[in-house]
Nanobody, 121 residues
Framework: QVHLVESGGDSVQTGGSLRLSCEVS????????VGWFRQVPGKQRVLVAA???????KYADSVKGRFTISKDLAKNTVYLQMNRLTPEDTAVYYC???????????????WGQGTRVTVSS
């Protein structure tokens, strides 16, 4: 069973940058599709960025050009580089791994603890 641990969340000001990390264990990152998601109170968890097992990537319109998802296969870690952050990016960020269609639909029953990102104006 794949186990994921997110880290890297912090409080930053508008325009700042953060890099989130997702350490993957119990699976081979090179053959997994992975995704970063975020959730704000009272709203559903939504996909932010996805990377398939064949290196296809997909981004939410709101983060295109600012966020980049990447994998370090040697470290079995997935990253989300976030630049030019705005208060609208404030959320708890989660990662997950599995079939690409499940990633695109955020269709998972098990989630990690997430990492909190707060962007102040």
């Amino acid at each position: 069973q794949v186990h994921l641990v997110e880290s890297g969340g912090d409080s930053v000001q508008t325009g700042g940058s953060l890099r989130l990390s997702c350490e993957v264990s119990g699976g081979i990152l090179g053959i997994l599709s992975v995704g970063w998601f975020r959730q704000v109170p009272g709203k559903q968890r939504v996909l932010v960025a996805a990377s398939s097992s064949t290196a296809l990537t997909k981004y939410a319109d709101s983060v295109k050009g600012r966020f980049t998802i990447s994998k370090d296969l040697a470290k079995n870690t997935v990253y989300l580089q976030m630049n030019r952050l705005t208060p609208e990016d404030t959320a708890v960020y989660y990662c997950n791994a599995g079939p690409y269609d499940a990633i695109l639909q955020a269709r998972f029953t098990s989630w990690g603890q997430g990492t909190r990102v707060t962007v102040s104006s």
